[in-house]
């Protein structure tokens, strides 16, 4: 089974309208200095620039192409800096917190503290929260609980939650270090539409409690390392403008209005990725029953994948995919994408599945058990490969029932 014409459409399709580069365009206004964004308006005449985040490339090159800025850093993941740049550019690193996180933290808050600026210009995007790291905590303490957290089958914001308490730059804390007003424009990849939760929050002011990140912490076995956390800043030094430039709702809202008989079902998705898989089968099966014609059904988020033992190359959308596969009986297609072009550890940006697609119950449950789902779907020829897309607003889910 190999990839047709209408796979690939699809996929440029999505990717296409979660290009930050294209979103700046329609939002954000450039002229003598000035930057309008919805109607706001902020002058500046020694602008710092800082970008975080797997859009930070993109983000960037759109104001350089704009106006003139010498000053400012960007943090990007390794290996994925082939855009150059007439700023500093620091490779750090994702999904784990390492020095280079460390490294990144220092850097900016250096900046902030010592330049001369009179805005700083805040762009941040999915990945933050790894790239970029500042804490009083040893680095090997916050690398144990960090992996933890990414494991635990947490929510992102249950995660970020945790992450801000643990921080001396997140929810909120890099506003503290900054001596001029703040303009902040977000690329989210969190489903739900909580700025405050993308890169953990760095320039936003965090509602969320201590007692709250105990809670969590508690709830999957860390209350050891409770005595690390501590309350993030409940106002700000500074003002700080806070904008959403791109999501996955307007993704999903731009692939309604371009395929027929779509509807949006949910732009939040959570909870575990087999088991949204299985769901997802369910309901193409009952709606092939039910309604007659063809339907489109779309979806995105973040599901999670709980990983306690060994696992293989593997991702959340290729176990959507195998819990799909093992369920689906109705005549119905899966396109499970994500938007950053790589899927868990894999090389993958999702896969594609339809009810003609046999794969043994066996075989499902083996590659679950072990989480290594794309060593069984590349044998299929169904996986999806796009590289490193420079964006990143989560997941994309279309499912097609019927004709």
């Avoid at 590659?367 to 964006?391: Q, R, W």
Wanted: aromatic share 8%; charged share 25%; glycine share 8%.
């Amino acid at each position: 089974m190999f990839l047709d014409s209408k796979v690939k459409e699809i996929v440029k399709r999505i990717l296409d309208y979660s290009d930050s580069y294209k979103a700046l365009s329609s939002k954000v206004r450039i002229s003598n200095g000035e930057i309008n964004v919805e109607g706001h308006s902020f002058r500046t005449q020694k602008p710092l620039l800082v970008a975080v985040g797997k859009s930070a490339l993109k983000v960037t090159r759109f104001f350089l192409d704009k106006m003139k800025i010498e000053n400012g850093i960007v943090i990007t993941p390794k290996g994925h800096t082939n855009v150059k740049l007439p700023l500093e550019v620091l490779e750090s690193s994702h999904p784990d917190i390492t020095e280079s996180s460390y490294e990144a933290g220092k850097k900016v808050i250096n900046l902030l503290l010592k330049e001369d600026y009179d805005l700083l210009i805040f762009l941040i995007s999915g990945g933050a929260s790894a790239l970029m790291e500042y804490s009083d905590i040893s680095l090997n303490y916050l690398k144990e609980i960090n992996k933890a957290l990414v494991t635990s089958g947490l929510s992102i914001e249950e995660i970020n939650i945790v992450r801000k308490h643990l921080s001396l730059i997140k929810g909120g804390w890099l506003a503290q270090y900054s001596k001029s007003p703040i303009l902040t424009l977000v690329v989210s990849d969190v489903p739900g539409g909580d700025l405050s939760s993308v890169g953990s929050g760095p320039t936003i002011l965090d509602f969320s409690t201590k007692e709250e990140a105990e809670r969590i912490m508690k709830d999957i076995g860390l209350e050891k390392y409770a005595g690390f956390l501590k309350e993030t800043p409940k106002t700000l030094k500074v003002k700080s403008y806070i904008f959403k430039i791109l999501d996955i709702e307007t993704v999903l809202t731009r692939l309604k209005s371009d395929i027929e008989n779509s509807e949006i079902l949910s732009s939040e998705v959570r909870g575990d990725a087999y088991s949204f898989g299985v769901q997802l089968a369910g309901i193409a099966n009952t709606q092939f029953r039910v309604s007659k014609g063809r339907k489109v059904l779309l979806f995105g988020g973040e599901p999670d994948v709980k990983i306690t033992g060994k696992y293989g190359k593997g991702g959340r959308n290729g176990e959507v995919c195998l819990g799909f596969l093992k369920y689906i009986k109705a005549n119905a297609r899966l396109y499970a994408i994500a938007t950053d072009g790589i899927d868990g550890n894999s090389e993958y940006a999702g896969c594609y599945m339809n009810n003609e697609l046999k794969i043994s119950s066996v075989d499902i449950h083996n590659a679950l058990i072990n989480h290594s789902s794309y060593e069984l779907l590349e044998k299929y020829g169904v996986t999806i490969k796009t590289g490193f897309t420079g964006d990143n607003v989560n997941n994309v889910y279309i499912l097609e029932i019927g004709e």
